[in-house]
């Protein structure tokens, strides 16, 4: 009998267990304010997609992504890599000031967008209380030289440890700006239009989600954009809330949202493929344990040297 396919990753991989947290919409909001700080990669979304009017649509596109790619099958993890790297060539942009025509698909552009994206998933989600020790983050980020790769990139080229990813953005902060592209989806992502019978679910719980993912960033990024944001310490005891409110949410109900990628993989794999949190090595160590008690946040792991204590 033919094994399964358990994909790229696999269910003894953190990826698979990390990406079934519910905190990752938040990271993935975190992402987009992230990403638009880099001018050229920015323009790249602004002048080739109805950013405006399908915002929703370009975020359910990734999740697709990032779910076919964590959860499916090696077959359709490369296609979805191939029609990406398509769509990609077929692309470009042109810089306002000097006129310059570039392709979508420099490299350097790609490597922002995944580091920027790899970044938010983990700072996000470990932030809010999902455990991994320092071994386990860096694996993570190793891990996902795989998901480079399907976007056109070179693996070794790509960062495979948080500290090569924090050596990364060291490296490119120079570079980056808020430009009228980034105020663009600051803009949508504070106020995004919906029909006027969402309005008040739209101000009340989308505009907490979006203040959420916009306080994790990096201090830097406040500075860019020039707005302000709640003290590390209130934005992580308010991920921490977040997150344990979001996980005490049954994992069968989370999980029917469309398109279902996790039960297909359980359905595909068994029962023991089930992603969960417990099955990540954690060693509890000071040194690793960032939300175990009081602590010291390390700098990438939320709060740039912040101290904060897990509530309750």
Not at 89 to 116: F, I, K
Not at 161 to 184: C, D, I, Q, W
Not at 230 to 238: D, E, L
Request: charged share 25%; proline share 8%; net charge positive.
């Amino acid at each position: 009998m033919r094994e399964a396919d358990a994909g790229l990753f696999g269910p003894s991989s953190v990826t698979w267990q990390m990406h079934g947290d519910p905190m990752m919409w938040v990271a993935g909001v975190r992402a987009l304010y992230f990403q638009a700080l880099h001018p050229r990669a920015v323009r790249g979304v602004m002048q080739n997609s109805d950013f405006r009017k399908d915002a929703w649509g370009r975020l359910m596109r990734t999740a697709h992504f990032v779910g076919t790619t964590t959860y499916g099958t090696t077959e359709a993890a490369e296609k979805a890599g191939a029609r990406v790297r398509k769509i990609h060539t077929m692309l470009s942009a042109t810089d306002p000031d000097t006129g310059e025509r570039y392709g979508v698909d420099e490299p350097e552009l790609l490597l922002w967008v995944h580091c920027a994206e790899i970044d938010s998933y983990l700072h996000v989600v470990r932030r809010s209380g999902f455990r991994l020790s320092d071994a386990a983050a860096d694996q993570y980020v190793a891990e996902h030289r795989e998901s480079a790769r399907l976007v056109g990139l070179d693996p070794g080229d790509v960062p495979a440890s948080t500290s090569e990813l924090a050596a990364y953005f060291e490296k490119v902060r120079p570079e980056l700006a808020v430009g009228p592209e980034a105020r663009a989806v600051d803009a949508f992502l504070q106020r995004p239009p919906t029909r006027a019978l969402f309005v008040p679910a739209r101000d009340l719980l989308w505009r907490r989600v979006a203040n959420l993912a916009y306080g994790s960033l990096p201090r830097y990024a406040h500075e860019l954009y020039g707005r302000p944001a709640p003290a590390p310490r209130t934005v992580t005891r308010r991920l921490v809330t977040t997150g344990t409110l979001l996980r005490r949410v049954p994992s069968r109900v989370r999980w029917q949202l469309p398109p279902k990628h996790i039960l297909r993989a359980m359905a595909r794999l068994g029962p023991g493929s089930r992603p969960d949190p417990r099955k990540v090595p954690y060693k509890v160590d000071r040194r690793d344990a960032i939300l175990d008690g009081p602590g010291r946040a390390q700098r990438g792991n939320g709060g740039d040297g912040t101290r904060w204590r897990t509530p309750g």
